[in-house]
Nanobody, 123 residues
Framework: VQLQAYGGGLVHSGGSLKLSCAAS????????VGWFRQAPGKEREFVAT????????IYADSVKGRFTISRDNAKNTAYLQMSSLKPEDTAVYYC?????????????????WGQGTQVTVSS
């Protein structure tokens, strides 16, 4: 599975952005999808994950209530709607697909990665 993340940009604190993750093949619908982010000098960290059907989601505490992960399997695309953005949300955001139907909070649980999209939140 090849993934392409896009939709990043520069936004003011309190603003919103919607990231998209487009997959290269139909069997994407069998895979859990996760979003991770990496700020300069920091390790890649978990943001959110959604299972194969979209019926189950998990969020990092730092984004819970502000971010929403979703997917449209008919379009082979997953999304991350980000609201009430804070400067500490600034990072490169990566989407990833797990080999199985359910993902988790850890990088090693995902086998396929997109190239990342930069999100910058100004104060």
């Amino acid at each position: 599975v090849q993934l392409q993340a896009y939709g990043g940009g520069l936004v003011h604190s309190g603003g919103s952005l919607k990231l998209s993750c487009a997959a290269s093949r139909r069997t994407f619908s069998n895979n859990a999808v996760g979003w991770f982010r990496q700020a300069p000098g920091k390790e890649r960290e978990f943001v959110a994950t959604i299972n194969w059907s979209g019926g189950s989601t998990i969020y990092a505490d730092s984004v819970k209530g502000r971010f929403t992960i979703s997917r449209d399997n008919a379009k082979n695309t997953a999304y991350l709607q980000m609201s009430s953005l804070k400067p500490e949300d600034t990072a490169v955001y990566y989407c990833a697909a797990a080999r199985g139907a359910y993902g988790g909070r850890f990088v090693y649980q995902y086998n396929y990665w997109g190239q990342g999209t930069q999100v910058t939140v100004s104060s």
